[in-house]
């Protein structure tokens, strides 16, 4: 049973507009969810995270939001550039800080010029 | 951000050598660290959590005599592949936390012929 779901495989969007991605999870005791990037034969790299406590959070091109009851978030990247596609994963965690992460499967985003 | 570094980035082995994989946090300590296993297209598959002084503790299906996960000091974890298969082929990546957010290593791809 898959608890974190990103139900896109790919995105494609052009230069100058926005991505939105999109991610749902099942288990109500995630509390701390965070978004990676990747680029094929590398390791993840750490974009942005929220609280379950919050609703949104900001850090430069790149926002989350969050909603807790429909145990739904997107990731929001203004403006799109051509370095920003990749493969996106959504991750999120328990109440334990050194908890395991459960990582949906991904959705590659292409951003054409 | 924190800084994990992996090594190496890149082995050929033949069938039936045993192979290892480090994993350093370079600016942090880190009691746990975990081992990634990712196929082509695949999500990031947990294998097992690292433990620094213990015994690593494996995922369901993940066999702890071939992946042997050794943490002997707070900044260095090694996984070694014992017996080498084509089958264990793969992309390996490590993780460590110096709190809720997990930073990754370049990953390891490993091919077995």
């Known amino acids: 049973d898959q608890q974190v779901k990103q139900n896109s495989p790919s995105l494609s969007v052009q230069e100058g507009r926005i991505s939105i991605l999109n991610c749902d999870y099942t288990n109500s005791m995630f509390d701390y969810f965070l978004w990676y990037k990747k680029y094929p034969a590398e390791g993840p790299t750490f974009l942005i995270s929220i609280s379950s406590i919050k609703d949104k959070n900001e850090d430069g091109r790149f926002t989350v939001f969050l909603n807790k009851s429909a145990k739904h978030l997107s990731l929001h990247i203004v403006p799109s550039q051509p370095g920003d596609s990749a493969v996106y994963f959504c991750a999120a965690k328990g109440d334990s800080g050194y908890s395991t992460l459960t990582f949906g499967k991904g959705t590659m985003l292409l951003v054409s010029p | ?113």
Request: hydrophobic share 35%.
């Open chain 2, 1 to 113: 951000g924190a800084v994990v570094s992996q090594h190496p980035s890149w082995v050929i082995c033949k069938s039936g050598t045993s192979v290892k994989i480090e994993c350093r946090s370079l600016d942090f300590q880190a009691t746990t660290m975990f081992w990634y296993r990712q196929f082509p297209k695949q999500s990031l598959m947990l294998m097992a959590t690292s433990n620094e002084g213990s015994k690593a503790t494996y995922e369901q299906g993940v066999e702890k005599d071939k992946f042997l996960i050794n943490h002997a000091s707070l900044t260095l974890s090694t996984l070694t592949v014992t017996s080498a298969h084509p089958e264990d082929s793969s992309f390996y990546i490590c993780s460590a936390t110096p709190g809720y957010i997990q930073y990754f290593g370049a990953g390891t791809r490993l091919s077995v012929l």
